[in-house]
């Protein structure tokens, strides 16, 4: 099979280290089997699927599930994220090496299954985490400073007459694991970064010498509160969208390496669960097949990163930081062939309807952007050419 590449951008195929499928528990939504296509076309070649499902991902019962039903699917690697804990009260450590060691090998533990409010089980789970050689994911809110909020404490909320959600909820907790991995000589990786202050806290923690890596997804890198104007649902997500000024330190960060990779935090709901009030629909957005896109014209676009960047941030980095051996390298001659091929001037709009997703809560409908993946290489069989999964 001959694959025409002319003006097109080989990069070593991307890995998302936070992809909500809903399987098990809300397959109305996403499964597995979409998931992975919305992946593929994404130009996806690994995936961490987040331990919120329903029931929670606790057990190696789930997380092997996981993973063979995304070896059954063949498109990406599904790998499972556990729970760091089990029970709604999470003061109990999960059996993280029975996890660790079974068939899905589990490589990373995350609190958005069941919240690690106790600062002292995140200790114990960083402790854990690095005698059994894996990573803590820190979803990087203060429960407590959350309950109830959608949005943030900026100008447009308060007008807007919606809740805060103030920036010191995920500061404080990235703060705080930040000390707590230092001292349990651990690493610790924050989800979904979306403030400046988080920004400077990583510089701060990283001149300290704690290691300590951070995601940020492309809806913060491209959209700012002003979405909230028209109290439409499709624009609350956990964080919530914040200031351009925000927007700004995300984008330096993720030039300057403070913050590390790009991860999605893909997020389908069903239409009933994000129709209502804006306040009590469900926080989340469809993320995959945007993803790329978005990278170009935030940084790409603007100068912030070059197409060797752009490699790093979605691919080489979060292989790297959740220990990949067989995703992300440089391409090589001997190395597995996950690739990714790009064109970078190729205008598209996004349709919902036409994503491969089930839900089609994409805050990116009817939005133009000018790249797109045409074709994905899992272990060199293509799983995507033309924009289209090969079955
Ligand atoms: C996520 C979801 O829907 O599972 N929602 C979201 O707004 N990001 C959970 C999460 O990562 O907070
Ligand atoms: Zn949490
Ligand atoms: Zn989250
Ligand atoms: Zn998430």
């Not at 789930?62 to 729970?83: F, K, M, N, S, Y």
Request: proline letters at 5%; hydrophobic letters at 45%.
């Amino acid at each position: 099979e001959v694959i025409e590449a002319a003006g097109q951008v080989l990069l070593p195929g991307f890995v998302d280290l936070h992809t909500h499928l809903r399987e098990p528990g809300r397959e109305d939504t996403e499964t597995i089997e979409s998931g992975s296509s919305a992946a593929a076309l994404g130009g996806y070649t690994a995936v961490f699927a987040m331990a919120n499902t329903s029931p929670v991902a606790d057990s190696v019962v789930i997380t092997d599930h996981v993973w063979r039903r995304g070896q059954e699917v063949g498109l990406v690697d599904v790998h499972p994220v556990g729970a760091v804990t089990v029970g709604l009260e999470g003061k109990q450590l999960a059996e993280m090496a029975t996890m660790a060691s079974g068939i899905g090998k589990v490589k990373m533990f995350s609190d958005d299954g069941h919240c690690v409010y106790d600062p002292l089980i995140m200790r114990r789970a960083l402790e854990y985490s690095s005698a059994l050689g894996v990573l803590i994911a820190q979803h990087a809110e203060e429960p407590r400073l959350t309950v109830g909020a959608v949005a943030h404490e900026g100008p447009t909320a308060a007008r807007l007459g919606l809740a805060g959600w103030p920036r010191a909820a995920e500061e404080s907790i990235v703060a705080r694991d930040a000390l707590l991995a230092r001292d349990a000589g651990a690493r610790v990786h924050i989800c979904h970064a979306s403030t400046a202050g988080t920004v400077e806290l990583m510089k701060w923690a990283r001149g300290q010498g704690i290691s300590i890596t951070a995601e940020v997804t492309p809806h913060h890198l491209l959209l700012d509160d002003s979405r909230l104007e028209t109290y439409d649902a499709v624009n609350r997500v956990n964080p919530p969208l914040r200031e351009p000024s925000d927007i700004a330190a995300l984008r330096q960060g993720l030039a300057d390496g403070v913050i590390d990779c790009v991860a999605t935090d893909h997020a389908p709901h069903a239409e009933q669960d994000k129709c209502c009030e804006f306040s009590a629909a469900r926080p989340g957005m469809l993320g995959l097949e945007t993803a790329l896109a978005i990278v170009a014209q935030t940084m790409v676009a603007t100068g912030l990163l070059d197409w060797r960047g752009v490699a790093r941030v979605m691919s080489e980095r979060p292989a790297e930081i959740v220990g990949l051996s067989d995703q992300g390298r440089p391409i090589a001659v001997g190395e597995p062939a996950n690739l990714t091929l790009v064109d970078p001037d190729r205008e598209w709009t996004v349709r919902a309807p036409e994503l491969a997703s089930i839900a089609q809560n994409s805050p990116f409908d009817a939005m133009t952007f000018g790249a797109r993946v045409t074709t994905t290489l899992l272990r060199g069989r293509v799983t995507v050419r033309d924009g289209k999964v090969r079955a």
